[in-house]
């Protein structure tokens, strides 16, 4: 297939983790993909954050939020910039990423095909142990709206002369995307902050007839041990309320209250091996993030998870 090299925006948010960010920018400034612009969003770090990346890459665009708007927020922030300045496709990719230097060829030449109505993922491995799988896109558990990994813990070598295949949806830590879906689906929903938010995005997105695509010739490597912390508090709350706001959002009738009231249930009971392990911040904010939900409260946290039990 002739590849005539549409351009992309690659899009890497910023929070507080410069070394992170920089070394994600690193092994961008290596790929050999000819028609890719990096952006650069800060969210509203308030540290050295946007001195150093002006510092060792004065020549991306770096965006500042002004403030944390969480992962839509800050993500739409360079959504829109790359869709006002002409571009094809749009990558949003985790910050805590590398990536390999021929990683964005694959994905592009799917998306590509006409009528270009493929989202594309690549092999996400674990960078820890750069032979194994982190996921290959991801599916639903369909009784609670829980997002799957695929091929977790699978070795890369088993997989990497697979050909592409579709998945239920595409994972935020890396995704690909033509302005024809943003244009026809909308940027992410901002009200969940963070958690769920590309998983929603993907949904709305197969509705609209875009087909979601994992890519085993492409390969970037996670830190999984670095965006692993679900037993904080914060996160906690974000993945019980944002799990509920999902199901509302796209499940309807018999499914969704299930959903629902499975996943409240283990909220409840989960809460209780937290009390009982003296995590009692990590309990309420099992219980908040179900309150929130039910009076309608989204967006940032809205409460304090940080202080000490």
């Known amino acids: 297939m002739k590849l005539d090299y549409p351009r992309v925006a690659i899009i890497v948010l910023n929070w ?14 290596h790929i050999t993909y000819p028609n890719a612009h990096i952006v650069a969003v800060d969210n509203g770090s308030g540290d050295d954050s946007v001195a150093r990346i002006r510092q060792h890459y004065p020549a991306i665009t770096l965006l500042e939020t002004g403030a944390n708007l969480g992962y839509a927020g800050g993500n739409n922030v360079g959504i829109r910039w790359a869709l006002e300045h002409g571009a094809d496709y749009t990558l949003i990719l985790n910050n805590d990423v590398v990536v390999a230097p021929d990683f964005l060829e694959p994905l592009v030449a799917i998306a590509d095909q006409r009528p270009h109505r493929v989202i594309a993922t690549p092999m996400i491995c674990e960078m ?10 991801s599916d639903i558990e369909w009784r609670t709206g829980a997002p799957r990994l695929r091929h977790a813990s699978e070795r890369r070598a088993a997989w990497q002369d697979a ?22 689906v909308g940027l992410m929903d901002e009200a969940y902050f963070l958690y769920y938010e590309e998983t929603d995005w993907c949904f709305h997105a197969v509705h609209a007839g875009f087909r979601m695509v994992a890519v085993p010739a492409s390969v970037v490597w996670h830190d999984v041990e670095s965006a692993g912390a679900r037993t904080s508090p914060a996160i906690t709350y974000y993945m019980t309320r944002n799990a509920l706001r999902f ?12 959903g629902q009231a499975l996943v409240m249930i283990d909220a409840a009971w989960h ?29 940032p946290l809205s409460y304090e998870v940080t202080s000490h039990e």
Do not use: H
Not at 247 to 258: D, P, S, Y
């Open 16 to 29: 507080r983790k410069p070394a992170e960010t920089l070394a994600c920018l690193e092994s961008l400034a």
């Open 128 to 137: 820890g142990r750069p032979e194994i799988i982190w996921t290959l896109g």
């Open 163 to 184: 050909p592409p295949q579709e998945v239920v949806f595409a994972p935020g830590t890396a995704l690909l995307a033509p302005r024809t879906a943003w244009e026809r």
């Open 247 to 258: 199901l509302a959002r796209n499940f309807v009738g018999w499914q969704r209250l299930r």
């Open 271 to 299: 809460s209780l091996g937290d009390l009982r392990l003296g995590q009692r911040l990590r309990a309420r904010a099992r219980w908040r993030g179900m309150a929130d939900y039910l009076a309608g409260r989204f967006g």
